[in-house]
């Protein structure tokens, strides 16, 4: 089933949650609303599946408009973060349960029951705990047997409202393989909120970025990890340093260093963010003339194959001023190694790739 979002906007009092929302999904379709608390995706989220009320806009399923049509009757399966199980009913009883509050003209026979919901149980691999009680169930097992459940009544749209937050790391990264495989194999438009960014660009089929009510991107992974529309895409989707600059016929000047801009080749000397990721920097021991930023390791963490470093721009360069801001850098481990660096030495650090904004997206 598609979903068209239209022009959906959402007030909660003096706050509003969401402003003018367009969206479309396609049939079968995973997608991830990614964006920080409260930036209005739960909330979008709940709209479509009638748990919210929007204050203008539609909701269409497949181009029949759902604006109105009441929770019960939109064929919607809802995952929520805290599971939402029952605590009184074994496992095979809280996956029956959408199944057995069906209209009696609807409902299927005690035996279709039983072989949908242990059928179902096999899918997400827990079988064996039918006659388990919720308590006695990990997070992991808890969070799957809600999965079952919503889809026990074979939902034409599955929503999962942050469904792994509760969880560990290790479980949260198991889960979510685990999902991507699920939704492989059953292709029910699925659309997911989350505000870990490595989740969304995981499992997702696109990724929708939002930020204060409003969508600031739609892309796959690859297309807004590699291409963000605007700096909050940048700053949001992993770490990011940030250097203020001008921008002037297609080069950007910051931190006494130039870069090349193309892209901005018609500019004329204006403010410019550059925005730089941690493995997008070269480091190397300081030497006298050495073009770049020059800064102090200021702290090394060498965990596995990766070594982070903390650098502080030196003030000893007349074109390269300290702010006191903290630059961080990603290298492999051998290659920090290599270097024989230790902490409170000097580096010059250089932007192999940057990204830069011009204008209209900085602030004045």
């Not at 964006?35 to 029949?64: H, M, Q, V, Y």
Request: charged share 25%; aromatic share 6%.
């Amino acid at each position: 089933m598609s979903i068209e979002i239209r022009n959906v906007s959402k007030r909660f009092g003096d706050f509003q949650a969401l402003k003018g929302v367009n969206l479309d999904i396609e049939s079968g379709e995973l997608v991830a609303l990614l964006g920080p608390s409260g930036c209005g995706k739960t909330t979008l989220l709940r709209i479509i599946a009638g748990l919210e009320t929007a204050d203008n806009g539609n909701i269409l399923f497949s181009g029949e408009d759902t604006t109105d049509v009441h929770v019960r009757e939109r064929n919607v399966g809802f995952v929520f973060q805290h599971y939402a199980l029952f605590r009184h009913m074994t496992v095979f009883e809280n996956v029956a349960f959408g199944l057995r509050v069906k209209p009696r003209s609807q409902r299927p026979g005690e035996a279709a029951i039983k072989k949908k919901v242990m059928d179902l149980l096999k899918l997400v691999q827990l079988d064996w705990l039918a006659d388990r009680y919720p308590s006695q169930l990990s997070g992991g097992q808890r969070q799957r047997i809600a999965l079952a459940r919503a889809l026990a009544v074979e939902p034409k749209v599955l929503l999962l409202d942050e469904p792994f937050g509760a969880l560990d790391a290790k479980v949260r990264k198991e889960l979510r393989r685990w999902l991507r495989r699920l939704h492989d194999e059953l292709h029910v438009t699925s659309i997911f909120v989350t505000h870990d960014q490595e989740e969304a660009l995981e499992v997702a089929d696109r990724v929708v970025v939002i930020n204060k009510g409003q969508i600031e991107q739609v892309g796959s992974p690859q297309q807004v990890w590699d291409h963000p529309a605007s700096p909050f895409v940048y700053g949001f989707l992993g770490d990011v340093n940030l250097f203020h600059g001008r921008a002037h016929e297609g080069e950007v000047q910051v931190e006494g260093i130039r870069l090349q801009a193309p892209e901005h080749s018609a500019v004329q000397d204006s403010k410019a963010l550059a925005y730089v990721r941690p493995h997008d920097l070269d480091i190397s021991r300081y030497t006298p003339g050495a073009g770049g930023i020059v800064a102090t390791l200021t702290r090394a963490i060498v965990v596995g194959p990766i070594a982070r470093l903390e650098l502080e721009p030196t003030e000893s360069n007349p074109d390269n001023p300290g702010t006191g801001t903290i630059i961080e850098a990603q290298l492999p481990a051998q290659q920090f190694r290599d270097l024989g660096l230790k902490e409170g030495d000097t580096v010059v650090a250089q932007p192999r790739k940057a990204r830069v904004f011009v204008e209209d997206w900085v602030s004045p």
